[in-house]
């Protein structure tokens, strides 16, 4: 069973940095795109920012320049430093990957959600 488990999140002052985590785990062959999102309280979920295997990135407008997605494909893990945290991103933070289970079989998965609250 795949799973995709996420961490770092926690209480920040405005200004301030956290690093999240997402691992992988169970038995699959291969991770392709990798992924962000978010969701604060009465709003859409929304991509905060993506990664390919080979690392190529884009990122939501509002975190440029303040956020920075990576990935260890040998660790299964993708991290996103987060640096001059505002108010507004308090949210939920939510990985996302896109699986090859087997030659021709993906799916996509979500993890469980991590907390981010920025907040003074």
């Known amino acids: 069973q795949v799973r995709l488990v996420e961490s770092g999140g926690g209480l920040v002052q405005p200004g301030g940095a956290l690093r999240l985590s997402c691992a992988a785990s169970g038995s699959f062959f291969t991770i392709n795109a990798m992924g962000w999102y978010r969701q604060a309280p009465g709003k859409e979920r929304e991509l905060v920012a993506a990664?390919?295997?080979?690392?190529?990135?884009n990122y939501a407008d509002s975190v440029k320049g303040r956020f920075t997605i990576s990935r260890d494909n040998p660790k299964r893990t993708m991290y996103l430093q987060m640096n001059d945290l505002k108010p507004e991103d308090t949210a939920v933070y939510y990985c996302?990957?896109?699986?090859?289970?087997?030659?021709?079989?993906?799916?996509?998965?979500w993890g469980q959600g991590t907390q981010v609250t920025v907040s003074s």
């Open positions: 990664i390919s295997f080979s690392g190529s990135t």
């Open positions: 996302n990957a896109d699986i090859g289970i087997s030659l021709g079989l993906r799916n996509n998965y």
